[in-house]
């Protein structure tokens, strides 16, 4: 089924949305239902506290699924839900719930990508067998069942990069520099992984690519493909990959970024995402040629890729994606090439910078009154903990501004590096981990 086919069922004078697992402290998403004329029927976090007096904008309703210890529970929930009040559509920002939401719209008969897609989208296994069957630009790679099999990467050209398939936001990706070390690599993701997730359901091994990586942001609809912003997330080098930055629009050549548009949009037919909005992180291998680590179907960063998309495009991504989700249709002209740029958009990923337990963070205060931040998010306190890697994965903060050009952007960013400073005592083997 597409947006266009849906009939509302509902008398309500409002379209409602079951938003799933998204973050209330986190405000695009809310915002941006509230501009859209859209009510939200919350699934909060399990792990997230959220009051009845004290909802998001737009949320109506709270709804307390447990998508991953029961299934077929939560289902079964929002089915009964559906029959006694129908809502127009069901959507996530959380990459893991892709999958889950697409099961319940295809159950319910609502606009979604289908499981199949999901799959693709999620399993980063699956995507890479069915961007290289599409003859798309795939590196190397083998898929591990077991943490046993690791022999059978070995045949890739060194270094390679070990991956869960069902990862995200970086977590458990690994570079293994030689062969001798690919075991000990195997190990050491499978085992964080099997911690952080709660379970593994097997790897990737992929040979390591070269060059910077962006991130490009999409919103498609009944097949077609308009693809919004493409921003440059740095050039990181490994072991682990944790994420710095993000600026956009991205200073890029016209035929590489001609290059990267035939890719992103060549992706989204291969693994059959029809309709709604992408998230595309990529490589540009030798720094010409695209590559993608991994297409997610939703608003990528827990919202963080509107900010981007508004400040550089000026339009409004989070209310047009929920639009779509709804059945509505996101109302943008489809149209070759980017939006031109209205400005620039950033977000910058405050480093831990060490670990121990937070004794102070110096910088982010001030920050919150600088006209060209627009919210500072902070997810570390003093107090909280911060392991070395693989035990602690989140980040402190993120700081997301908005600039004239990419050139006040990067200066901007050079200031937060040496403005923004957090102190450790510390701590023995036990102690509160902070939560990002």
Known sequence: MTAKDLVMTTDSPRPTLVLVYQRASLPWVFEGAERAGIDLVLVPRPDEAVSEDRLPPAVVELLRLDIEADRAGALDALRRRYEQNAFQ???????PAVPFVAEAAELLGLPGIGRDAALGAQDKRVMRERLAAAGLNVPGFVRLDRPADWAEAARLTFPVVVKPAHGFSSLGVTKADTPQSLKSVVDEVWRTSEGKLGQVDGLVVEEYLDGPEFAVESLAQDGAVRILTIGYKGDPQGPHFEEGVYRAPAALPEAVRDAVLREVTAAHKALGI????????????????????????????????HHVVSGVTGIDFAAQALRLAAGLGAGLPVSDGLPAPVGAAANYIVPCGGHGRVTAIHGLDALRDDPRVDHVVQMLFPGDVVRPYPDFTGYPAFVLSRHEDLAETEEFHRFLERSIRIEYAEVADHGHEGQA
């Open 274 to 305: 029809t309709d709604g909005p992408t998230h595309t992180e990529l490589r540009l291998r030798g720094g010409t040629t695209p590559y993608l680590l991994e297409m997610g179907a939703r608003i990528g960063g827990s919202g963080v890729s």
């Open 89 to 95: 559509g069901v959507v996530t920002l959380f990459d």
